[in-house]
């Protein structure tokens, strides 16, 4: 099995900046997939961004392109998303979606952390 956690998350004013950290723990072989998302009430959940394994290639959602950077340690099967120049529309919880193939040559499983709520207000 596989735990994921987030941390990082807290209140901020419009402009400020917060480092959200996932971690992947458990039976892992290798992770395909890092994602960040987030979901606010009454809001569908939304991609927010996310890398690759290899490459490490990223994706961004257009609202936040440009002000957050996802980043990874695979050494650590940890995934980093830097958000910068907050605003209020960015508020919200974050969860974090890991792809982990948990033996070689076996499928990939998908796991979600529990979230952690970020709030922007001035």
């Known amino acids: 099995q596989v735990q994921v956690v987030e941390s990082g998350g807290g209140l901020v004013q419009p402009g400020g900046s917060l480092r959200l950290s996932c971690t992947a723990s458990g039976t892992i072989f290798s992770i395909n997939y890092l994602g960040w998302y987030r979901q606010a009430p009454g809001k569908q959940r939304e991609l927010v961004a996310a890398i690759t394994s290899g490459a490490g290639s990223t994706n961004y959602a257009d609202s936040v392109k440009g002000r957050f950077t996802i980043s990874r340690d695979n050494a650590k099967n940890t995934s980093y998303l830097q958000m910068n120049s907050l605003k209020l529309e960015d508020a919200a919880v974050y969860y974090c979606?890991?792809?982990?193939?948990?033996?070689?040559?076996?499928?990939?499983?998908?796991?979600w952390g529990q979230g952690t709520q970020v709030t922007v207000s001035s």
């Open positions: 979606n890991v792809h982990v193939v948990p033996a070689a040559g076996r499928p990939t499983f998908s796991y």
